[in-house]
């Protein structure tokens, strides 16, 4: 973890130091930001990661799998902040001795500030509330049984990035960044076994690194 945090802000602070000499280059007297009043940007964001475990002393050899989409659109209600919306998908695989996958959706308005002034990028912070949907499975072998423990449930929470946007010709921005995401959620558990059911409250807590591309429109 304390890799990906070091390898986000370098690339961070390399971003920002290209855009300062960059700038350095362009006429002083009339340099406009891409992330002006009036535009809209649109686009999306995901992660993907896979890796296994391997116990060589209980034979034992867990596989996880993991999926992150992110939806976004927005309008400049003023320059170098944008107000819109985020949609959030992720998907987990677990497999060893049981397999556990998990889902979530989650949806909100977004708001997001762009520090630099330049026309070619800009380090950026944003700021999500909203409502998610849960759910996950785990099937496991019992007793010469296959049993399926659900929880499922729905509540509110948020989302953070930090991250920079490099634009190019004005049109198109890639981003880079890290998300920061804490949900409290209400989760009704039940299991394959007997019909009783639990209620009870999860608070999920998650750190991502994500890579997307987003288009402005307008002028």
């Known amino acids: 973890m304390k890799q990906l945090l070091v390898l986000v802000f370098s690339i961070c602070l390399l971003g920002v130091s290209v855009t300062k000499s960059m700038a350095q280059d362009v006429e002083n007297d009339s340099v406009e930001t891409a992330f002006r009043k009036g535009r809209w940007l649109s686009g999306f964001a995901g992660s993907i990661s896979s890796g296994s475990t391997k116990n060589t002393s209980a034979d034992n050899k867990t596989v996880s799998n993991r999926y992150r989409i992110e939806v976004s659109s927005g309008k ?19 497999e060893d001795e049981s397999v556990r996958t998990s889902e979530d959706f ?3 308005p977004k708001g997001t500030y762009y520090f630099s002034k330049s026309k070619v990028g800009s380090l950026f912070v944003s700021f999500t509330p ?3 949907i849960y759910r996950d499975k785990t099937i496991l072998f019992q007793d010469s049984n296959y049993v399926e423990n659900i929880n499922k449930g729905s509540g509110f929470g948020t989302m953070s990035t930090l ?3 490099y634009v190019i010709y004005d049109l198109v921005a890639f981003d880079l960044g890290l998300n920061w995401s804490a949900y409290r959620i209400n989760i009704t558990q039940s299991t394959s076994v007997d019909e009783i059911k639990n209620n009870t409250n999860f608070i999920l807590n998650d ?6 591309f987003k288009i402005f429109l307008g002028i």
């Open 76 to 94: 400049f209600i003023n320059d170098r902040f944008n107000l819109g919306f985020n949609i959030n998908l992720e998907r987990e695989n677990i």
């Open 207 to 212: 750190l991502t690194f994500s890579f997307g």
């Open 130 to 132: 909203g409502f998610i």
């Open 163 to 165: 991250g920079y946007s």
């Open 106 to 108: 989650f949806i909100g």
